[in-house]
């Protein structure tokens, strides 16, 4: 009887033993992923602010409450397709063209980026435009090819840019405070379901969360709060 009550003993202590690995193992992942995520929000808007404050991007100053949405990109590094991280890896926010608020945020990769960088540096930070329904209606697919599936244009850069761009995104770039030529003619921008997850604590769409609203998260405030004052 001593015997089975040891091996029953045992037993229970190995499955606490296992669960407790199994604990301690995926919760620091999920703290990290979310801790990941509310970074990329807020270095996504200090990228934000850092564009609205440089005089050389007027045009994108003027024309973002023209927008129907925008891709924050705090950092494109000079490589390939990125899977974590936050490199390669941003935002994109949606205005409701009702009410005129702006969405909480949908977290997504850029991959395959043709550097041409007219300055020194291995990385750039970077706005996207949205300026048609057919260029936010194509970031609500798993995955867009920019100048395949959509078109895109590099925005006027310096003081008193007034060129007329026609394109369904238009997309700005700097290193290091300064304009960077980054040509993103051919990159893919995927959705990045883990950091969706991550931050809104269940599995979501873009759709989810930009059209239906399922979802927020109130670290996000001080990002939507930016591009609401940036329209003024």
Same mark, same amino acid.
């Given at each position: ?5 040891? /091996?029953? %003993?045992?037993?229970?202590? $190995? +499955? ?13 992942? *999920? ?21 609205? *404050? ?21 950092? =494109? ?9 936050? %490199? ?6 949606? /205005?409701?063209?009702? $009410? ?18 007219? =300055? ?49 995104? =238009? ?16 990159? !893919? +921008?995927? !959705? *990045? ?17 930009? +059209?239906?609203k399922k979802v927020s998260n109130a670290g996000s405030s001080g990002l939507r709060d930016a591009l609401k004052k940036a329209e003024k």
């Amino acid at each position: 009887m001593k015997g089975k009550n040891s /091996k029953f %003993g045992a037993l229970v202590l $190995t +499955v606490m033993a296992v669960s407790a690995l199994l604990i301690t193992g995926i919760t620091p992942v *999920r703290a990290q992923d979310q801790a990941e995520a509310q970074g990329i929000v807020d270095k996504a808007r200090v990228t934000f602010d850092a564009f609205m *404050r440089n005089k050389d991007y007027t045009w994108l100053q003027e024309n973002v409450k023209k927008a129907k949405g925008v891709l924050i990109y705090p950092q =494109i590094l000079k490589a390939g397709f990125f899977l974590g991280g936050s %490199g390669g890896t941003g935002v994109f926010l949606a /205005k409701d063209q009702k $009410t005129g608020d702006w969405s909480q945020p949908a977290f997504y990769t850029v991959g395959t980026v043709s550097f041409g960088l007219q =300055i020194g540096g291995e990385a750039a930070q970077t706005v996207i435009l949205a300026m048609t329904q057919k260029a936010v209606d194509s970031l609500y697919t798993s995955s867009v090819k920019l100048g395949g599936d959509t078109s895109i244009a590099v925005g006027p850069v310096g003081a008193g840019a007034k060129s007329n761009v026609m394109a369904d995104f =238009i997309a700005f770039s700097m290193s290091k405070g300064a304009y960077a030529g980054l040509n993103l003619e051919g990159s !893919v +921008v995927g !959705v *990045r379901g883990s950091l969706n997850k991550a931050y809104y604590g269940e599995e979501v769409s873009p759709v989810q969360i930009i +059209v239906e609203k399922k979802v927020s998260n109130a670290g996000s405030s001080g990002l939507r709060d930016a591009l609401k004052k940036a329209e003024k």
